[in-house]
């Protein structure tokens, strides 16, 4: 059996999360991202067999809202997937995951959708910059706009609102954390990034023009080594940063629930979540992480 997790249930979500990390990783992730009340767990005679956490959205696709629903962490997929896609169909005719191994996942129905470049970089082939225009504390309101501004061009992407970016910015206090550049008093890019040791790792980017990117990367780096960037296949990053290494990364799998009432809702013929989601012309971009 599956259900939603119980108060009382946060030790063995705990208890089985914890395998899963290494280095007490674990603490960190507990603490800034895993949300103990959007988690379900199975049982088989009364013993816990897996856990998933799964965060609901509201899909932009083909410029039209969709609820559905994320799973952003699993233990054990095998024992809790078929209850718990069972579960979610009911309201959802889309599921989500992300992941780094589409393997494991395709057996449950789910496609690769989105796919992005990780960038790898040496520091000192990036131009050099002053810090005009740098905004070191972009309001939540602006970045929602910033977001909402560049999406326009994407599709498959989720809403966000003023409180997932303060998520994200109480998520990233003690190890990075989200920069802008504004022109004439207007933000109008943003970075959201991680810093590890001497290396940055820039996990979302979104901008109006190329070299106001440049300049956050270029701020940003400052007394580091390596810079390790993540962006859509789409955003022809290699433009920006052509002496970068690139490797390609699948990140987020859809499974698409209700095939029939897919198709009646966008008037077309699919034959896979992946036709369905490159239907139509605008390209996928997706970097949520929860």
Known sequence: MIREAKPEDTSIIDSMMTKKFKNGDYKRYREKILKHDKCYISLDQGEYTGMAYVEPKVLSLHDTLIKTSYIVDVVNADAIMDQLLSLLSRDDIITLVRTDNSESFEKFGFEPVVESFEYNLNTSLLSNFDVAGINLEPSNESLVKVYQQFTRHFTGFFTRDTDYFERMKTELSSYG????????????????????????????????KSG????????????????????????????????????????????INDKELFERLFHIKIISAYSGFNAFAKPLWNQDIY
Not at 247 to 254: D, F, G, P, S
């Open 177 to 208: 954390g989200i920069i802008g550049f504004n022109v004439d008093d207007q933000l109008v890019a943003y970075i959201i990034y991680e810093i590890h040791d001497s290396v940055v790792h820039v996990r979302e980017c979104c901008y109006l």
């Open 212 to 255: 106001h990117l440049l300049r956050l990367l270029s701020f940003i780096t400052r007394g580091k080594s390596r810079l390790i960037l993540c962006a859509s296949v789409h955003e022809h990053m290699n433009r920006i940063l052509p002496d970068a290494k690139k490797v390609r990364k699948q990140t987020i799998m859809a499974r």
